[in-house]
T-cell receptor, first 113, second 112 residues
Framework: DAGVTQSPTHLIKTRGQQVTLRCSPK?????VSWYQQALGQGPQFIFQ???????QRGNFPDRFSGHQFPNYSSELNVNALLLGDSALYLC????????????FGPGTRLTVL | GNSVTQMEGPVTLSEEAFLTINCTYT??????LFWYVQYPGEGLQLLLK?????DKGSNKGFEATYRKETTSFHLEKGSVQVSDSAVYFC???????????FGAGTTVTVRA
């Protein structure tokens, strides 16, 4: 049973560029959440997708957007990259209504130069 | 809003020592509480959870008890191993909330 998978593993971009990160949820899960983890800090919630809609959003600017596909996989898009966007981006999957029990992928390390 | 406060690290221990990592929370109502562990270069793994007051979560020798009266969820292990070296995160999920709110993490290093 595959867990949560993310691609790519690492990514290097320059300021002003755009990036797309991808996530496939754990088998049987229908909900995907995205988190940003800056170096030495705890993960910060970006947003959650369920039934292909953004269900809840954290305190992130509109440069951060997402999408969920009918097979429950998800993308995170970040436009107009800033140096401060450099972080580990974590995807977590869960079952709707599972009281916060979320399973995390290995993350995508984004470096913005 | 919901928040989690963890004891600051880093924490350095010798093998077989007792480990405690303090975690307190602020939340409306009765949240679910979690401990996650992050090994170097990896994502987060769920270590244990508790969903109501006085519940005790346990896994791999780690334990934490949901204390409503002190709004705490301290992590303990009686005898640590070198393989327990990692960053530990306390997290909560508030009632009616979809997100996890994390503490800043505590880095634990166990020396042989």
């Amino acid at each position: 049973d595959a867990g949560v998978t993310q691609s790519p593993t690492h990514l290097i971009k320059t300021r002003g560029q755009q990036v797309t990160l991808r996530c496939s949820p754990k088998s049987g899960h229908d909900t995907v959440s995205w988190y940003q983890q800056a170096l030495g800090q705890g993960p910060q919630f970006i947003f959650q997708y369920y039934e292909e809609e953004e269900r809840q959003r954290g305190n992130f600017p509109d440069r951060f957007s997402g999408h969920q596909f009918p097979n429950y996989s998800s993308e995170l898009n970040v436009n107009a990259l800033l140096l401060g966007d450099s972080a580990l981006y974590l995807c977590a999957s869960s079952l709707s209504g599972a009281s916060g029990l979320q399973f995390f992928g290995p993350g995508t390390r984004l470096t913005v130069l | 809003g919901n928040s989690v406060t963890q004891m600051e690290g880093p924490v350095t221990l010798s093998e077989e020592a007792f480990l405690t990592i303090n975690c307190t929370y602020t939340a409306t109502g009765y949240p679910s509480l979690f401990w996650y562990v992050q090994y170097p270069g990896e994502g987060l793994q769920l270590l244990l959870k508790a969903t109501k007051a006085d519940d005790k979560g346990s896994n791999k020798g780690f334990e934490a008890t949901y204390r409503k009266e002190t709004t705490s969820f301290h992590l303990e292990k009686g005898s640590v191993q070198v393989s327990d070296s990692a960053v530990y995160f306390c997290a909560l999920n508030g009632r009616g909330d979809y997100k996890l709110s994390f503490g800043a993490g505590t880095t634990v290093t166990v020396r042989a």
